[in-house]
């Protein structure tokens, strides 16, 4: 079993930057592929970014490119999501997810991440 604990959210305008945090416990859970969601009031969840194992692999949502980053430090068991010129449109609860398997993280789907933290809030004011 892998516990995911998402931190960093909070109130920021727009403009501005926000580094969030998902600390992984449990079993092997720093090794394994990750991804970060979000979902905006009265909308679906939708896929972010994710990163391979190692972390040497990255892929975004074509909306988030350019401007979120993601990145892990497998020492730490932390997989982080750098946030740079936050727009009110980035409103939302932010989730971090596994893919114990490491067979479909990359296509963005919910369906391959078996482990989820609670999320954290991000609201950008304009």
């Known amino acids: 079993q892998v516990q995911l604990a998402e931190s960093g959210g909070g109130l920021v305008q727009a403009g501005d930057s926000l580094r969030l945090f998902c600390e992984a416990s449990?079993?092997?859970?720093?090794?394994?592929?990750m991804g970060w969601f979000r979902q905006a009031p009265g909308k679906e969840r939708e896929f972010v970014a994710a990163?391979?194992?190692?972390?040497?692999?990255?892929y975004y949502a074509d909306s988030m490119k350019g401007r979120f980053i993601i990145s892990r430090d497998n020492a730490k068991n932390t997989v982080y999501l750098q946030m740079n010129s936050l727009k009110p449109e980035d409103t939302a609860v932010y989730y971090c997810?596994?893919?114990?398997?490491?067979?479909?993280?990359?296509?963005?789907?919910?369906?391959?991440?078996?482990?989820w933290g609670q999320g954290t809030e991000v609201t950008v004011s304009s």
């Open positions: 449990g079993r092997t859970g720093s090794t394994y592929p």
């Open positions: 997810a596994a893919d114990p398997w490491a067979t479909g993280w990359a296509t963005g789907e919910e369906k391959y991440y078996d482990y």
């Open positions: 990163i391979s194992g190692p972390g040497g692999i990255t």
